[in-house]
C-alpha cells in the first residue's frame, strides 16, 4: 500500500505563510517603518538623506517625504507607507507621528498575541478605545479666534518648529498665513480653501531666505514675445485667452491644389486677414496685456506691438487660473466673443524682471486676490525643495484651523491626557478586553516618549513625572518641551496643534492597526514559470535578422 499522496492545491510556485508568522511578520514590518521616521519628530528632529533611483538627493524630515521614496517589499509596511500619504492628503501634518502611533499599537498587541488572545478580540478593544478616543479629544479641544492673527500665528510656529526652516520661523509663518488668508473663498456659506490650485510656491535658486515673500498676485516664469513690447504698464487692462494667435489649420488634414498663382497670393491674403481679424477683435476692448496659453504667430505680434499691446503666450493653463483670480478677469475661448466685462483690471502693475539669469513677468498689487504666488529664495535646490514641504505643512495647518477652529496643546500633552483618561476608564472594564484597551493607552504614551529621547533627556524619569502630572486634576496641557525634554505647561508655551490633525492620526492609526492585526495568511504568486520559458527562444531569431 502506497501511503496518501499530498494533495497541491496552490501552484508550486506560490508562497504562503498563515497564522502567527504571518502577524509577527507584519508587526515586525511596521516596527520597521516606525523606527526609520522616529528620529523625525519633534523640534530636535533629525533630517534624512534619501537617493532616488535617478540620482537625486532628497533631505527632509518630512514622514511623507521620506517614506515616499524608499521602496520596500513587504505588503504590511507598503500599507504603513500609505496611511502616511493619506494623512499628508487629508491634512497636511502629523504625517510622522501617524507612522509612530501605528507601529506602537501593533507592538503593544505583540504580547497578546503570544498569549494566544484572538486578534479579532484585540481589534474589538482597539475599536472601543477608538471611540473613547475621540470623545476625549473633543473634550480637550478649545474653540479658537480665526481673526486673531497672533493665536493663528503661534499654532502655524508650532508646526513649523519641528521643521528644518524654524530659523526663520516668523517669516515662514507670515507666510503661511497671508498665503491661505488669500485663497480663501467663501459662497453661500461654504469655505473653500484651495491651497494646491491657487497658492503656487515659484521656487527661484539665488539670493537669501529672507527675500521669500507672498505676491499680492501672480508671477510666470515667462517674457513677453516681442523684445520691443511694454515691460512696464500701470493699471493694465488684461485679458486672458486659451486660443492661439495664429493661422487656424483645418481639423482633418486637407489639401490644397492651387493652379493660378493669384489664388496663391489669394490663399496668403486670407491668412493674414484672418490674423488680422482676431488681433482687430482684441484692439476692440482696449487690453494692455494679453496672455494666451497657445502660440501666437510673428504677425499677430507685429499688429499687437503696433497697438502698443504687451503678449505673454504658452502660458499653463494652472497660471492662466491663477492669474483670472487674481486680477478678475475671464479666460475667452475665442477673440469674437471678447466683451467688456471679460477684461481684468484688478491688478495695478505689471512688469517683467530678471531675476538669476531668467525673466519673470509679476502681476502684482491686486486689489482683492483670490489667488497668489510664495515666492521662496534659498542657496540651493535642496534647501527649496524643503522649505516648500515645510510650507505647504504650516498652510496646511493653517487651512485646517480654518475650517475647523478647535486646538488642542501639543508636545504629548494630548496623548498623554488621553492616555490617561483611557487608563481611568479601562479599570471600570471587566472581562478579556480591558487589557488590550489598557495597552492602547500605553501606546499612546510613544509621542511624549520619543519626544524626550529626540532631545536626549532621560526617558523613564521625566515620562513618570508626567505621567503622574496628568494623574493631578487639571493639568491635561502638561506636555514635554521638545527642545529641552523639561516639563511644562503648553498654555505658557504657545504650543498648539489643530484638532482635525489629532483626529486623523488617532483614526489612521488605530484603523491600520486593526486591518493589520486581521490578516493571518499571506498568499504571494509568482510569475508563471511558463512565461519565462515562451520569452527565450525570440532572442536568437532577432539575432538572426
Not at 504677425?299 to 504658452?314: D, E, F, P
Not at 487651512?399 to 483618561?421: C, F, K, W, Y
Request: aromatic share 4%.
Amino acid at each position: 500500500m502506497m501511503g496518501p499522496r499530498p494533495v497541491l492545491v496552490l501552484s508550486q510556485n506560490m508562497k504562503r505563510e498563515s497564522g502567527r508568522k504571518v502577524q509577527a511578520g507584519n508587526i515586525t514590518a511596521a516596527k520597521t517603518i516606525a523606527d526609520i521616521i522616529r528620529t523625525c519628530l519633534g523640534p530636535r528632529a533629525m533630517m534624512k538623506m534619501l537617493l532616488d533611483p535617478m540620482g537625486g538627493i532628497v533631505m527632509t524630515n518630512d514622514g511623507n517625504a521620506i517614506l515616499r521614496e524608499i521602496q520596500v517589499q513587504h505588503p504590511a509596511a507598503k500599507s504603513m507607507i500609505e496611511i502616511s500619504r493619506t494623512q499628508d492628503e487629508e491634512v497636511g501634518d502629523g504625517t510622522t507621528s501617524v507612522i509612530i502611533l501605528a507601529g506602537e499599537m501593533l507592538s503593544v498587541a505583540e504580547h497578546f498575541l503570544e498569549q494566544q488572545m484572538h486578534p479579532t478580540v484585540i481589534i474589538g478593544a482597539y475599536r472601543k478605545a477608538l471611540d473613547d478616543m475621540i470623545s476625549i479629544l473633543k473634550k480637550i479641544g478649545t474653540p479658537v479666534d480665526v481673526n486673531n492673527k497672533e493665536m493663528m500665528l503661534k499654532i502655524i510656529k508650532s508646526a513649523i518648529n519641528t521643521k528644518a526652516i524654524n530659523r526663520w520661523s516668523d517669516l515662514a509663518c507670515s507666510i503661511a498665513l497671508d498665503a491661505v488668508k488669500t485663497v480663501e473663498f467663501e459662497e453661500n456659506g461654504r469655505k473653500e480653501i484651495d491651497i494646491k490650485k491657487y497658492a503656487k510656491v515659484e521656487k527661484i535658486p539665488g539670493g537669501f531666505s529672507e527675500d521669500s515673500c507672498v505676491l499680492r498676485g501672480i508671477m510666470v516664469n515667462k517674457d513677453v514675445t516681442h523684445p520691443r513690447m511694454r515691460r512696464l504698464i500701470k493699471n493694465p487692462r488684461i485679458v486672458l485667452l486659451d486660443c492661439s494667435l495664429e493661422y487656424k489649420k483645418g481639423e482633418s488634414q486637407t489639401d490644397i491644389e492651387i493652379t493660378r498663382e493669384e489664388d496663391f497670393a489669394r490663399i496668403l491674403q486670407m491668412e493674414e486677414e484672418y490674423i488680422q481679424q482676431m488681433c482687430e477683435d482684441l484692439m476692440r476692448v482696449k487690453p494692455d496685456l494679453v496672455i494666451t496659453e497657445k502660440g501666437i504667430s510673428d504677425l499677430a505680434q507685429h499688429y499687437l506691438m503696433k497697438a502698443n499691446i504687451t503678449a505673454i503666450r504658452r502660458v499653463r493653463k494652472t497660471d492662466n487660473n491663477r492669474i483670472a483670480r487674481a486680477c478678475g478677469a475671464r479666460i475667452v475661448s475665442r477673440t469674437d466673443e471678447l466683451r467688456e466685462e471679460d477684461v481684468g483690471t484688478g491688478a495695478r502693475l505689471f512688469e517683467v524682471k530678471k531675476i538669476g539669469d531668467e525673466y519673470f513677468a509679476f502681476i502684482t498689487d491686486c486689489k482683492d486676490p483670490k489667488a497668489c504666488t510664495i515666492i521662496l529664495r534659498g542657496a540651493s535646490k535642496e534647501i527649496l525643495a524643503e522649505v516648500e514641504r515645510n510650507l505647504q505643512d504650516a498652510m496646511q495647518v493653517c487651512r485646517n484651523v480654518l475650517i475647523d477652529p478647535q486646538l488642542v496643546p501639543g508636545g504629548g500633552a494630548t496623548e498623554m491626557a488621553v492616555s490617561h483618561a483611557l487608563t481611568e476608564k479601562s479599570k471600570g472594564m471587566t472581562g478579556v478586553e480591558q487589557w488590550p484597551y489598557r495597552a492602547v493607552a500605553q501606546a499612546l504614551e510613544v509621542i511624549p516618549r520619543t519626544l524626550i529621547q529626540n532631545c536626549g533627556a532621560s526617558t523613564i524619569r521625566v515620562l513618570t513625572s508626567l505621567r503622574a502630572k496628568h494623574a493631578q486634576e487639571g493639568s491635561q496641557t502638561w506636555g514635554v518641551n521638545g527642545e529641552t525634554g523639561a516639563l511644562v505647561d503648553m498654555k505658557d508655551l504657545g504650543i498648539w496643534e489643530p484638532l482635525a490633525v489629532k483626529l486623523q492620526t488617532y483614526k489612521t492609526a488605530v484603523e491600520t492597526a486593526v486591518l493589520l492585526l486581521r490578516i493571518d495568511d499571506i498568499v504571494s504568486g509568482h510569475k508563471k514559470k511558463g512565461d519565462d520559458q515562451s520569452k527565450q527562444p525570440a532572442a536568437p531569431e532577432a539575432a538572426q535578422e
